[in-house]
T-cell receptor, first 114, second 115 residues
Framework: GAGVSQSPRYKVAKRGQDVALRCDPI?????LFWYQQALGQGPEFLTY????????KSGLPSDRFFAERPEGSVSTLKIQRTQQEDSAVYLC????????????FGPGTRLLVL | GENVEQHPSTLSVQEGDSAVIKCTYS??????FPWYKQELGKGPQLIID?????GEKKDQRIAVTLNKTAKHFSLHITETQPEDSAVYFC??????????????FGTGTQLKVEL
């Protein structure tokens, strides 16, 4: 079956520009996570949704980062007024479990801010 | 918060040899430990996981062991093949105060299997 998909795969933004990253989780998965992965590092947690409810956003680096999942399926991570330090791979993962076990990751969106 | 340390950062083995990657965690409340394989340009792929009520789990050439007392867990790959070459991440699950949960990842191990 289809896995987690993310779009765009690559995004180049000028500093100060707003960007929107999309995640299509596996159908029926209740849990959705966003992670940020810097070059040569492990993924770092950003935020977590259970269905449409955002249960935790403690990992979002600043108030320029905003995520939503209005209908409990597709999710969008928005970054306003991008800065160079926002350059990273943004990974989305979904899980069929409310406990967050068995997370399946998408291919990621590589964001480069110039 | 949780801290996961992973060693070694790079590992080179000959084809057919075994590879072992070790991780330690700090939060004694962590109770789920997955391992992911990440190939260049791709997202992490879940390869095996273990829960805290189990000491060892095997899946063909891959095994994971967990020592809750010492708060460390290890990935063992036997009969390594060139296609095992990738970056491997360990992770520990933490329960968040809002009722959710997250994975805290180690820093990764670059495994290279040489012919």
């Amino acid at each position: 079956g289809a896995g987690v998909s993310q779009s765009p795969r690559y995004k180049v933004a000028k500093r100060g520009q707003d960007v929107a990253l999309r995640c299509d989780p596996i159908s029926g998965h209740v849990s959705l996570f966003w992670y940020q992965q810097a070059l040569g590092q492990g993924p770092e947690f950003l935020t977590y949704f259970q269905n449409e409810a955002q249960l935790d956003k403690s990992g979002l680096p600043s108030d320029r980062f905003f995520a939503e999942r209005p209908e409990g399926s597709v999710s969008t991570l928005k970054i306003q007024r991008t800065q160079q330090e926002d350059s990273a791979v943004y990974l989305c993962a979904s899980s069929p479990r409310r406990t967050g076990e068995t997370q399946y990751f998408g291919p990621g969106t590589r964001l480069l801010v110039l | 918060g949780e801290n996961v340390e992973q060693h070694p950062s790079t590992l080179s083995v000959q084809e057919g040899d075994s590879a072992v990657i070790k991780c330690t965690y700090s939060d004694s409340a962590s109770n789920y430990f997955p391992w992911y394989k990440q190939e260049l340009g791709k997202g992490p792929q879940l390869i095996i996981d273990i829960r805290s009520n189990v000491g060892e789990k095997k899946d063909q050439r891959i095994a994971v062991t967990l020592n809750k007392t010492a708060k460390h867990f290890s990935l063992h790959i036997t009969e390594t093949q060139p296609e095992d070459s990738a970056v491997y991440f360990c992770a520990a699950r933490n329960i968040l105060t809002g009722g959710g949960n997250k994975l805290t990842f180690g820093t990764g191990t670059q495994l290279k299997v040489e012919l």
